[in-house]
DNA sequence: AATTTACTTTATAATTAGTCTAAAGTAGAA
DNA sequence: TTCTACTTTAGACTAATTATAAAGTAAATT
């Protein structure tokens, strides 16, 4: 992909293609494998590899914004940070609650075997199964 | 359970009982029903019902001593502050999204198909599996 | 093209959950 | 009763996130 079809994607959804918002599409999406990363992850990145400094202000903003439009998924964990996801499609993840880090799970390869129904009145939105794991300890 | 109970109860695990454990005790497991809550939610309990200022730092202390002996579970989601459970059997949760709410789901009601493989050296301490709901916009 | 408008970025302040500290208090041992 | 180690506490501190309001910029209007 390039500059020009992320200045498309944005206008088309209705988000002006502003310097800040391009470069971030550009760290997000222009990428062989999707990743995860915190808030201060992508503005640290977009310092040193993209020498582009832009505040954290905007970083939360245009990570909100990309997530109302579906572009990127956030994660909550126990971890007092939320991670963002490239990865947009339905799967669960890995955690390793020592090193904090996420691994995704292939869709295939974890399913409820039996949904339960949800209290009276209300309806699921969606599931989130989270594997705990930490290293062999040798 | 009363006091005496509590009371070997925390010098059995090698916790003193001081007056403020105690009383926490008797919030957490005197109830006929498990319950979630938060810190706040607990501090400001012990101030109403049991008429005993706690200081924010002592429930904090206290839910974590608790936590390593077992007996509440901590529960965390995408909401910026963790929930504690009085529910320590292996279980999982429907969480209202919009209210905050949190449900127990019956551990028979919801089962994994199949356990994905750990990465290579890292082994699975527990799975968290939260189903998200919402009310029925009418 | 110049002007206007609405949206966006930014620095900075505010908020909030949680941790840390060090002094004062207390349970249990001696 | 005295001593010691553990505990409580107020208040300072940290860190993630949100709010504010002024300055900047993209797009629409003239
Ligand atoms: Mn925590
Ligand atoms: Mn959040
Ligand atoms: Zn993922
Ligand atoms: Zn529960």
């Avoid at 977009?46 to 998924?73: C, D, P, R, W």
Wanted: proline share 3%; glycine share 2%; hydrophobic share 30%.
């Amino acid at each position: 992909m390039k500059n020009q079809d992320f200045i498309n994607k944005l206008r088309n959804s209705g988000l002006r293609p502003t310097k800040q918002r391009i470069k971030i599409c550009e760290a997000l999406f222009n990428t062989e494998k999707t990743f995860h990363f915190t808030v201060n992850d992508l503005a640290k990145m977009m310092q040193k590899n993209f020498n582009e400094k832009i505040s954290l202000a905007t970083v939360y903003n245009t990570l909100h914004a990309f997530k109302k439009k579906g572009y990127v998924k956030e994660i909550s964990l126990g971890n007092d940070k939320s991670y963002f996801d490239t990865n947009i499609s339905s799967h669960h993840h890995f955690f390793d609650t020592k090193t904090n880090e996420l691994i995704d799970i292939d869709s295939s390869k974890v399913e409820l075997k039996n949904i339960p129904n949800p209290p009276k009145g209300k309806s699921i939105k969606d599931i989130d199964i989270v594997i705990n794991v930490e290293n062999d300890s040798q």
